[in-house]
């Protein structure tokens, strides 16, 4: 397996701190930008791609998306080999449960990190196969090389989207790490979706609230098109940090 990912964390114009936070395999990224090449020769090993939001302002914002990051690398880490797909499921399910149960206990025992929570998309590669794990309303889309089309695979957990109120504002989050009483995840399968031409893209909203599915699919494909990307974000507003992950050049099939 080749994979080939760039990905950026930048806080944008108007945010005075990155409360973003991505995770490509152990190493983790904010207000930087990295190119990654992995030629894998054997599948035994997890890997995991992903980014979070934090929420709560800025130390608390900052402290809850790299909380969820650092636990979430943790248990791919120690995911055992050849588990089945609802197995996994089921371990990422209990995984969330306890980080979401940890913020809430440091929201509680330190005042400065009260109400402080965070989004979490990610693409896990793992015994041959790739599996979406979503919480928020960050993002995680597919660009189809062949139909030259971008398809977006995930849900905003919002009151908007999930509730079908369009009346309600796309900011109002009901599912996430550290926020309510309970969390869920959305966790599915992907590998049938992707050929070898394929994008993947992983996104906080400070990318998709000023860009459309068009503007996204223009620039996605193009050469430092992760670069591109944010840079436009930008020049339309950068009203948000702007963290991506774009996955390319998967010969894993």
Not at 50 to 74: M, R, T, W
Not at 86 to 102: E, G, L, M, Q, R
Not at 127 to 142: A, L, P, Q
Not at 237 to 247: C, E, Q, Y
Request: with cysteine; glycine share 8%.
């Amino acid at each position: 397996m080749k994979l080939v990912i760039e990905a950026i964390s930048d806080k944008g114009i108007v945010r005075s701190a990155n409360e973003d936070m991505i995770l490509v395999g152990n190493d983790m990224l904010r207000d930087a930008s990295k190119k990654y090449e992995f030629d894998f020769n054997t599948y035994e090993h997890p890997f995991i791609i992903a980014v979070a939001d934090g929420l709560g302002g800025h130390k608390s914002g900052a402290f809850a998306s790299e909380y969820v990051i650092q636990l979430i690398a943790k248990a791919v880490k120690e995911l055992p080999p050849n588990l089945r797909a609802p197995v996994v499921k089921s371990y990422f399910t209990a995984t969330s449960k306890s980080i979401h149960d940890c913020m809430l206990d440091e929201g509680n025992s330190d005042f400065s990190k009260k109400g402080m929570a965070s989004t979490f998309s990610a693409i896990l590669f793992y015994t041959k196969k790739v599996f979406m794990i979503h919480v928020g309303d960050s993002r995680i889309y597919h660009y189809n090389g062949s139909k030259k089309e971008l398809k977006r695979l995930s849900r905003d957990h919002s009151l908007q989207e999930l509730k079908g109120n369009e009346g309600a504002l796309k900011t109002a989050i009901v599912n996430a790490f550290g926020a309510g009483k309970d969390i869920f995840i959305d966790f599915a399968e992907i590998t049938a979706k992707l050929n070898d031409d394929d994008y993947l893209l992983v996104c906080t909203d400070g990318l998709t609230k000023e860009l459309n599915d068009a503007e996204i699919a223009d620039k996605l494909i193009l050469q430092d098109g992760y670069l591109k990307l944010t840079e436009e974000a930008k020049k339309q507003g950068g009203n948000d940090n702007i963290s991506l992950a774009v996955i390319s050049y998967m010969k894993y099939w």
